[in-house]
């Protein structure tokens, strides 16, 4: 099995920036690819970002030339730089781990508000 733990959300201003991390551990020689995913009120979970182990990685439309992917193999810690925050971009942040399984976090709140 294999788990993952989610930080660094909070509230911050429309154009600020937040930074989240993603750590895995358990089985994590089985993770083929991690990604981040987001639910707002009323809405269904959605892909913002994903990353391979070999490091390519997909981006949400929405979210493209704003946010990075990015991860740390050594330490199986994925990381997401989050620039130009808007309004919009408020939503529950989950971290998924897909292999051998689809194993999600406990996810953290990303608030967008002036």
């Known amino acids: 099995q294999v788990q993952v733990v989610e930080s660094g959300g909070g509230l911050v201003q429309p154009g600020g920036s937040l930074r989240l991390s993603c750590a895995a551990s358990g089985s994590t020689f089985s993770i083929i690819a991690m990604g981040w995913y987001r639910q707002a009120p009323g809405k269904q979970r959605e892909l913002v970002a994903a990353?391979?182990?070999?490091?390519?990685?997909n981006y949400a439309d929405s979210v493209k030339g704003r946010f990075t992917i990015s991860r740390d193999n050594a330490k199986n810690t994925v990381y997401m730089q989050m620039n130009s925050l808007k309004p919009e971009d408020t939503a529950v942040y989950y971290c998924?781990?897909?292999?051998?399984?689809?194993?999600w976090g406990q996810g953290t709140q990303v608030t967008v508000s002036s």
């Open positions: 998924n781990a897909l292999g051998g399984g689809s194993w």
């Open positions: 990353i391979t182990r070999g490091g390519s990685t």
